[in-house]
């Protein structure tokens, strides 16, 4: 099996590198920099490294057991445990590559890659792309290309984000990816609401306010019956609708009174009460205290 190491001494004559320390586990590659500075093609071996790369052009790729032709713009990943190789690459290809290990996202990421569905053993991740998505891929790699030498102290961390940008845009695209559409009904309305609920907490300004504020809002937003809302919200989290609401907005108060020179009167507002007394029987019925004696403590 092919290492990390090895994988730089072979291809890029880059001898006694200490992956751990200077690169953090991680390159980046233009393919047709690979091109001008060798020919010689990728052994069909098992190698212990991860490598996503955008190729530019028509090829053949034989992943595993399978011969895989691909013209355009095309993105691929490669899974450590599945040997592959291509055809002779033509001097006008284009594209780019990164490459790293596992335990390049073990520390600071919580994705497993290996739960992902774009590396299991029996996919084949190759997907052809359209102008829009390739130009998007493109972007992020030259993102990459263009970090990879800075002395930015946190540019790993980029890299991992950039590389789960590929993962994720991958997963998004594949035919059998992973959308809402596939969850059970209840669960998708359930998952919706929340995203709803928590996306309408991104207040500013003070003349900005709340919209959605009980369970017929959220119904009428996510076209279903009210009652089947409530039916499926308790079904699948053991609250009620009008449960998740008041938390909330109970939550939100609580930092905008903590962390904000917002008046009580503002924040009453922002929050979606007609006024402050409204705001002021709710505060106290759902956390103990008044806002302002909260605001004091």
């Known amino acids: 099996m092919e290492s990390l190491a090895q994988f730089y001494h072979h291809k890029f004559n880059e001898v006694s590198v200490d992956l751990q320390q200077s690169i953090g586990q991680f390159n980046v590659f233009s393919i047709s920099d690979r091109i001008a500075s060798q020919s ?17 052009g028509e090829n053949v790729f034989y992943y595993g057991d399978q011969s895989i032709p691909v013209k355009g713009m095309t993105l691929l990943f490669f899974h450590p445990g599945i040997p592959y190789s291509y055809g002779e690459l033509a001097k006008d290809t284009k594209g780019y590559f990164c490459v790293f290990s596992e335990e390049f996202f073990k520390e600071n990421f919580r994705l497993n890659l290996n739960d992902l569905p774009l590396f299991a053993p029996d996919h084949i991740p190759v997907y052809q792309l359209n102008e829009e998505n390739g130009e998007l891929v493109k972007s992020i790699f030259l993102k990459m290309m263009n970090e990879i030498d800075s002395e930015y102290i946190y540019k790993y961390e980029l890299m991992r984000a950039y590389v789960s940008e590929l993962i994720f845009l991958g997963m ?11 969850i059970d009904a209840g669960m998708r309305i359930t998952t919706k609401f929340k995203e709803l609920l928590e996306r309408q907490f991104l207040v500013e300004f003070s003349n900005e306010r709340l919209l959605l ?18 039916r499926v919200i308790k079904k699948n989290t053991g609250k009620t609708t009008s449960e998740h609401i008041f938390e909330r907005i109970s939550s939100e108060a609580k930092i905008l009174l903590r962390h904000t020179d917002w008046n009580i009167s503002q924040i009453s507002y922002a929050l979606g009460f007609e006024d402050l007394a409204h705001f002021n029987r709710f505060f106290k019925k759902q956390i103990g205290v008044s806002p302002s004696l909260y605001r004091k403590v």
């Open 213 to 230: 504020r009980s369970p017929h809002d959220f119904a009428e937003k996510l076209a279903v019956h009210i009652n089947y809302l409530n």
């Open 40 to 56: 010689a093609l990728p052994v069909h071996t098992r190698r212990n490294f991860y490598k996503i790369m955008l190729y530019v």
């Open 172 to 182: 998004k695209i594949s035919p059998d990816n992973t959308s809402l559409h596939h």
